[in-house]
Antibody, heavy 116, light 106 residues
Framework: QVQLVESGGGLVKPGGSLRLSCAAS????????MSWIRQAPGKGLEWVSY????????YYADSVKGRFTISRDNAKNSLYLQMNSLRAEDTAVYYC?????????WGQGTLVTVSS | DIQMTQSPSTLSASVGDRVTITCRAS??????LAWYQQKPGKAPKLLIY???NLESGVPSRFSGSGSGTEFTLTISSLQPDDFATYYC????????FGQGTKLEIK
């Protein structure tokens, strides 16, 4: 069965950096577009970024453009999100999700807290 | 950017009730709409895609309808497990979620 496991979250100071990882299993990772979606505490869902299966095309939400970088390693069945210049408003649970379009499989999420 | 607006924000209902949640898009999105259920501390779960297609394994009491700018999610007979927050999401142009509808026990 499809399994997505995020890691790398934690507490970081404003202006700091963090790299999230998502380990995928149970499907042919290299066949699928992948996405990051976040949810601030007590708030709704916000799509962050997606990457095509080959990594050739990438899109970002305006709120993270220029600060976040999505990437993948198909040989390691892994998805990444490099987050730089972090702000308090980036505090959220970050989910990786299979596909781009509607999201039929999600990880359990990893919490990123940006605070001094 | 396409904005998605759900109504109501909160809905109080009883087991056995029929409930409807509405989602409106700021421009036409054809049928490129999904619905999710989320419980506290858990990841969202896909219920409906392409406005009316039931995801595999989702009970048939859930149904979706609509196209263009107005969509509905209907639960025909509420079960205890259905009390949760529901989100719509468009995927016509990138991706936008509605603000959510919290379904509470009356």
């Amino acid at each position: 069965q499809v399994q997505l496991v995020e890691s790398g979250g934690g507490l970081v100071k404003p202006g700091g950096s963090l790299r999230l990882s998502c380990a995928a299993s149970g499907f042919t990772f290299s066949d699928y577009y992948m996405s990051w979606i976040r949810q601030a505490p007590g708030k709704g869902l916000e799509w962050v970024s997606y990457i095509t299966n080959t990594g050739s095309t990438i899109y970002y939400a305006d709120s993270v453009k220029g600060r976040f970088t999505i990437s993948r390693d198909n040989a390691k069945n892994s998805l990444y999100l490099q987050m730089n210049s972090l702000r308090a408003e980036d505090t959220a649970v970050y989910y990786c999700a299979q596909k781009a379009g509607y999201f039929d499989h999600w990880g359990q999420g990893t919490l990123v807290t940006v605070s001094s | 950017d396409i904005q998605m607006t759900q109504s109501p924000s909160t809905l109080s209902a009883s087991v056995g009730d029929r409930v409807t949640i509405t989602c409106r898009a700021s421009q036409s999105i054809s049928s490129w709409l999904a619905w999710y259920q989320q419980k506290p501390g858990k990841a969202p779960k896909l219920l409906i895609y392409e406005a009316s297609n039931l995801e595999s394994g989702v009970p048939s009491r859930f149904s979706g309808s609509g196209s263009g700018t107005e969509f509905t999610l209907t639960i025909s007979s509420l079960q205890p497990d259905d009390f949760a927050t529901y989100y719509c999401q468009q995927y016509y142009t990138l991706y936008t979620f509605g603000q959510g509808t919290k379904l509470e026990i009356k």
